[in-house]
């Protein structure tokens, strides 16, 4: 069954440290994948998506369909990055989410 | 503008009690979809809206679950005799653009949700 797995529910780093969030799909086909963001008090939002290539916030993805992976990187954390991350995958009609992961970055 | 909006907020029922739930898209979008969050979950997709026409309900859990978008802008969602694995955040999203056969990769802007509780 097509699955997106966010292996990690709770992430902690310190300020300043790398800090990778990971996400592996099961998925015959040539997805599109994105990573969504929802801070505190507030609504889900997008962060990026792997056809852009683009870089938010200081965030990149890679997508790796050998490995079916599309990793959430970013070289310094900072403490604004605290938040709830989610992993998504949409093919066709097919839209679905990992269950997510909480990153603390902690002072 | 103004975002997407739901209401309410936050919704008590007893089970068995129906329920309805509103979503005000971002106006001019096209595309309306509905999500339902369970505690510690990911959102899981419920149903798809092309302007009035739903054209995917396959994420419905059951027939006690109904969604309705007549003139094209907002959307109700409809849950009848609520049971107590119904309680999740139900989230709203709009988007500019269609959903097409090549899928949907245009950006979804999500509503706060509607927390539902069944007792």
């Known amino acids: 069954a097509q699955r997106v797995t966010q292996p990690e529910k709770l992430l902690s780093v310190f300020k300043g440290a790398p800090v990778e969030l990971k996400c592996n799909y099961s998925?015959?086909?040539?997805?599109?994948l994105f990573w969504y963001v929802q801070y505190s008090r507030q609504r889900l939002q997008l962060l990026l998506r792997?056809?852009s290539r683009e870089s938010i916030k200081g965030f990149t993805a890679d997508l790796n369909k050998g490995e079916t992976s599309f990793h959430l990187k970013k070289p310094f954390a900072q403490e604004e990055d605290s938040a709830m991350y989610y992993c998504?995958?949409?093919?066709?009609?097919?839209?679905?989410f990992g269950a997510g992961t909480r990153l603390t970055v902690k002072p | 503008g103004a975002g997407v909006s739901q209401s309410p907020r936050y919704k008590v029922a007893k089970r068995g009690q129906d329920v309805a739930l509103r979503c005000d898209p971002i106006?001019?979008?096209?595309?309306l979809f509905w999500y339902q969050q369970a505690l510690g979950q990911g959102p899981e997709f419920l149903t798809y809206?092309?302007?009035?026409?739903?054209?995917?309900k396959s994420g419905l859990p059951s027939d006690r679950f109904f969604a309705e978008r007549p003139e094209g802008s907002v959307s109700t969602l409809k849950i009848q005799r609520t049971q107590q694995e119904d309680s999740a955040v139900y989230l709203c999203?709009?988007?500019?653009?269609?959903?097409?056969?090549?899928?949907?990769?245009?950006?979804?802007?999500f509503g706060p949700g509607t927390r539902l509780t069944v007792l």
């Open positions: 998504a995958l949409i093919h066709g009609n097919d839209m679905r």
């Open positions: 809206f092309q302007n009035e026409a739903q054209l995917d």
């Open positions: 998925y015959s086909g040539s997805p599109e």
């Open positions: 999203a709009s988007s500019r653009d269609l959903w097409t056969a090549e899928g949907h990769t245009d950006t979804q802007y």
């Open positions: 792997h056809i």
């Open positions: 106006s001019g979008h096209v595309s």
